[in-house]
T-cell receptor, first 113, second 112 residues
Framework: EPEVTQTPSHQVTQMGQEVILRCVPISNHLYFYWYRQILGQKVEFLVS????????KSEIFDDQFSVERPDGSNFTLKIRSTKLEDSAMYFC???????????FGQGTRLTVV | DQQVKQNSPSLSVQEGRISILNCDYTNSMFDYFLWYKKYPAEGPTFLISISSIKDKNEDGRFTVFLNKSAKHLSLHIVPSQPGDSAVYFCAASINNFNKFYFGSGTKLNVKP
């Protein structure tokens, strides 16, 4: 069964460093998303991406965040200068034509120290 | 952001009995609702969905009920199995599925 894969599963970084979280969405999907879940809190929407551009973003997704689809398979989330409060599970998700549910990856646990 | 609420953080049910998980929402613009299941250290897994034009959707042991006037949906699992033990999230979206609003989750424990 096709699945969304994320790497790495766990990333530890020092505050102020840049991190790139990687995702390979399901191959025929067109809509891509990043969500995050801070420990003990809700899953929160960060950004959606369609047709090589951001279609919607939340207030969390400030100038420190960016997304990219560098090739036909990868979808990345970059945090330019990490803060302690960026520590969370980051989930990538994808869906096909926007009329179906999103499928989530297993997540990347980001720990900022 | 409290647009989707799951007021029960946990639920414990005996194997073979019915599990009922509840979810309330405040935004009347929501027109698509989903339930996801999440095991520790894994991403949310899609379980079942319902459009606002329906009031019930069934898939095997899982049934979702939608009461639009009460802005309430529920997930019924019958019969419950120990493997159903997980955190269940309800989620809602408006129109174009670009953004899902998640509830805080209910941890279901099905006892053998």
């Amino acid at each position: 069964e096709p699945e969304v894969t994320q790497t790495p599963s766990h990333q530890v970084t020092q505050m102020g460093q840049e991190v790139i979280l990687r995702c390979v969405p399901i191959s025929n999907h067109l809509y891509f998303y990043w969500y995050r879940q801070i420990l003990g809190q809700k899953v929160e929407f960060l950004v959606s991406f369609y047709n090589n551009e951001i279609s919607e973003k939340s207030e969390i997704f400030d100038d420190q965040f960016s997304v990219e689809r560098p090739d036909g398979s990868n979808f990345t989330l970059k945090i330019r200068s990490t803060k302690l409060e960026d520590s969370a599970m980051y989930f990538c998700a994808s869906s096909d034509d926007g009329n179906t549910e999103a499928f989530f990856g297993q997540g990347t646990r980001l720990t900022v120290v | 952001d409290q647009q989707v609420k799951q007021n029960s953080p946990s639920l414990s049910v005996q194997e073979g009995r019915i599990s009922i998980l509840n979810c309330d929402y405040t935004n009347s613009m929501f027109d698509y609702f989903l339930w996801y299941k999440k095991y520790p250290a894994e991403g949310p897994t899609f379980l079942i969905s319902i459009s606002s034009i329906k009031d019930k959707n069934e898939d095997g042991r899982f049934t979702v009920f939608l009461n639009k006037s009460a802005k309430h949906l529920s997930l019924h699992i019958v019969p419950s199995q120990p493997g159903d033990s997980a955190v269940y999230f309800c989620a809602a979206s408006i129109n174009n599925f670009n953004k899902f609003y998640f509830g805080s989750g209910t941890k279901l424990n099905v006892k053998p």
